[in-house]
């Protein structure tokens, strides 16, 4: 349908279609133009969400993509960009939130359940640090570093210095492998061997260093590699 959204019969709008039969019946070009809100350069906000998916990119390729490549599509200037990556960003912490922010982490699963949703589509290695009190439960996570993971970016001394500050019992690590492949390289054994010394030093144990590449993961104190 040609012209701009407002002058389309209520029924084809995205807006109403919504508001009459729910967000399930949109396509994603449909929720997408919703999220852009305004056209641009002739285009309407569908014709640009069109653009987006253009070269056949699904909702999960454009949720990895960068401000800067997203700008580089056709009518997607800095504030839609920001528009998007924060309508993702949203997305990705609510499938993260499954249960209370303070869940007990029991298992390596409950971790990857959390962190899964927040790290398997950052186009960089990503260092977060969970904190927890003596029950095991999460007081927070907080993202250290980004960029190549090894013994010169992930320093014992910013790991425990959060973790001191937070009045942490215990700490995981957890990263992402971008490659897609959840094996621990000779960089992540040898972060893990000084994190672990580190905290016996100071008194905070690390329980575990979880990897997390897509929707997998490995957990290096599952493996054994955890001294």
């Known amino acids: 349908m040609n012209g701009p959204i407002k002058d389309w019969p209520a029924g084809e709008r995205p807006r109403e279609k919504m508001l009459r039969a729910g967000a399930n019946v949109l396509s994603d070009a449909e929720l997408l133009a919703l999220v852009l809100r305004t056209g641009g350069g002739g285009l309407t906000a569908l014709d640009l969400a069109r ?36 309508a993702f960003e949203i997305g990705r912490r609510v499938q993260a939130m499954r249960g209370p922010a303070s869940a007990v982490i029991r298992t390596p699963e409950d971790v990857a359940c959390r962190m899964i949703p927040l790290l398997r589509d950052r186009p960089i290695e990503v260092f977060t640090l969970l904190v927890l009190d003596a029950k095991n439960a999460v007081k927070c996570d907080l993202e250290l570093s980004a960029g190549t993971l090894n013994a010169s970016l992930v320093h014992p001394r910013e790991v425990f210095k959060a973790a001191i500050d937070r009045m942490a019992a215990s700490v995981i690590v957890v990263h992402n492998h971008p490659s897609g492949n959840p094996e621990p390289s000779r960089e992540d054994i040898e972060v893990t061997r000084q994190l672990a010394e580190a905290g016996r030093i100071v008194g905070i144990p690390l329980h575990d260093h979880i990897i997390v590449a897509g929707d997998r993961y490995t957990s290096l104190a599952e493996r054994g590699l955890l001294p």
């Open 51 to 86: 653009g987006l998916m253009g070269g056949g990119r699904s909702l999960r390729d454009i949720g990895t993509m960068t401000a800067g490549e997203l700008m580089r599509v056709r009518g997607i200037g800095a504030a839609k960009a920001v528009e998007l990556l924060a």
